[in-house]
């Protein structure tokens, strides 16, 4: 079935029978809004840059000033930005679509449907109809944080060129921010130079830029390089724990083995077969009933290849301990029962 969209789109839908019109929540236009413009800062950001750096470049050449690596700096980024101011041309322009906000809106289930009579020319939903409409306003801020990065990895996917020029900018994005870094930390020696007057200002606005755009991520790879130890720290201990546990079940294993069972019609309890291996028990089977319950029992082949990459019961994860190091849960309520 076809429905007139708000903007004079026709879309297709299974669900709505009755006389309504697709909108926009709250939050999903919150979130195309924030991202174009993020992608219209980003865009002007990268103009800015490219206007600059070829001015330097020109200047750079006028002055004779000759080839050294700060030189090389000014022209890949220069390089990079273009591409860059290429993407975010094109996010810009994929985002103003029409059909393409429709698209994201029904992917991300952003759409309402409004009754004929209360449709207004306004492209989201009036809020007694939107869901999203209650959230509080940081709730709302929070969620379109996160869906406006759902939306650009959409976007992004519109087209072949458009998802691996967002590779590329983003992978020499990083490299020409190490580039950077190592001239901020190398620039003190270089200072005197005349010429590197300019390349040096650019180094600064083009880093602090840089970080800006990917401060979260950056501040993220710093906190797990502090973390980092101490996961390791964490891995050890649970990596010996985990083999004393194995032990622990191995030897459990060895003391229960001295009583294993040959299997015989209803000499058990419960289930008259290996949970396993699924297989019923036949005359003869040599059968082991784990110290967790008695309804927990195992052919010996089965339960014996199990205890080598776990170290707990197959049926309730109790963990296998020596009959000496019974779990202290158990005592008291064996105690009940007689
Ligand atoms: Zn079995
Ligand atoms: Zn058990």
Redesign the pocket.
């Given at each position: 079935m076809n429905i007139q969209f708000d903007g004079g789109q026709q879309l297709e839908n299974n669900e709505n029978e009755g006389n309504t019109v697709p909108k926009f929540t709250k939050l999903f236009a919150r979130a195309m809004d924030q991202f174009r413009l993020r992608v219209f800062f980003l865009f002007l950001e990268r103009l800015y840059l490219i206007i600059s750096m070829s001015i330097i470049l020109v200047l750079l050449s006028l002055q004779n000033c000759g080839w050294d690596d700060l030189h090389y700096w000014v022209l890949f980024s220069n390089l990079q930005a273009i591409f860059s101011l290429v993407l975010y041309g094109q996010l810009f322009h994929f985002s103003n679509i029409q059909q393409i906000q429709q698209h994201l809106a029904f992917h991300y289930v952003q759409i309402v449907f409004v009754p004929i009579n209360e449709v207004t020319d306004h492209p989201i939903a009036p809020e007694i109809f939107d869901p999203t409409a209650n959230l509080s306003t940081m709730e709302l801020d929070k969620k379109a944080e996160v869906m406006q990065l759902q939306i650009r990895q959409e976007i992004v996917n519109q087209s072949k060129f458009c998802k691996y020029n967002n590779i590329f900018s983003n992978a020499t994005n990083q490299a020409i921010f190490i580039w950077t870094i190592y001239y901020i930390i190398a620039i003190p020696g270089q200072n005197d130079q005349e010429c590197n007057k300019w390349p040096i200002i650019q180094i600064y606005i083009y880093g602090s830029l840089l970080f800006l755009q990917y401060s979260q991520y950056y501040l993220l790879a710093a906190l797990a390089l502090v973390m980092l130890p101490f996961i390791l720290v964490y891995l050890l201990i649970r990596c010996f724990t985990d083999r004393q546990k194995k032990q622990q079940a191995l030897k459990a294993l060895n003391e229960l083995q001295k009583n294993k069972i040959l299997y015989k019609p209803n000499i058990i309890e419960g289930e008259q077969e290996?949970s396993?291996?699924m297989?019923p028990y036949q005359t003869d089977d040599e059968i082991l009933q784990m110290s967790c319950s008695k309804l927990h029992h195992?052919?010996n082949?089965?339960i014996s290849a199990w205890l080598q990459i776990q170290s707990t019961c197959p049926n309730c994860r109790q963990q296998l301990l020596p009959d000496n190091q019974q779990p202290l849960l158990q005592q008291p309520q064996q105690q009940e029962e007689f």
């Amino acid at each position: 079935m076809n429905i007139q969209f708000d903007g004079g789109q026709q879309l297709e839908n299974n669900e709505n029978e009755g006389n309504t019109v697709p909108k926009f929540t709250k939050l999903f236009a919150r979130a195309m809004d924030q991202f174009r413009l993020r992608v219209f800062f980003l865009f002007l950001e990268r103009l800015y840059l490219i206007i600059s750096m070829s001015i330097i470049l020109v200047l750079l050449s006028l002055q004779n000033c000759g080839w050294d690596d700060l030189h090389y700096w000014v022209l890949f980024s220069n390089l990079q930005a273009i591409f860059s101011l290429v993407l975010y041309g094109q996010l810009f322009h994929f985002s103003n679509i029409q059909q393409i906000q429709q698209h994201l809106a029904f992917h991300y289930v952003q759409i309402v449907f409004v009754p004929i009579n209360e449709v207004t020319d306004h492209p989201i939903a009036p809020e007694i109809f939107d869901p999203t409409a209650n959230l509080s306003t940081m709730e709302l801020d929070k969620k379109a944080e996160v869906m406006q990065l759902q939306i650009r990895q959409e976007i992004v996917n519109q087209s072949k060129f458009c998802k691996y020029n967002n590779i590329f900018s983003n992978a020499t994005n990083q490299a020409i921010f190490i580039w950077t870094i190592y001239y901020i930390i190398a620039i003190p020696g270089q200072n005197d130079q005349e010429c590197n007057k300019w390349p040096i200002i650019q180094i600064y606005i083009y880093g602090s830029l840089l970080f800006l755009q990917y401060s979260q991520y950056y501040l993220l790879a710093a906190l797990a390089l502090v973390m980092l130890p101490f996961i390791l720290v964490y891995l050890l201990i649970r990596c010996f724990t985990d083999r004393q546990k194995k032990q622990q079940a191995l030897k459990a294993l060895n003391e229960l083995q001295k009583n294993k069972i040959l299997y015989k019609p209803n000499i058990i309890e419960g289930e008259q077969e290996c949970s396993i291996c699924m297989q019923p028990y036949q005359t003869d089977d040599e059968i082991l009933q784990m110290s967790c319950s008695k309804l927990h029992h195992f052919h010996n082949t089965c339960i014996s290849a199990w205890l080598q990459i776990q170290s707990t019961c197959p049926n309730c994860r109790q963990q296998l301990l020596p009959d000496n190091q019974q779990p202290l849960l158990q005592q008291p309520q064996q105690q009940e029962e007689f």
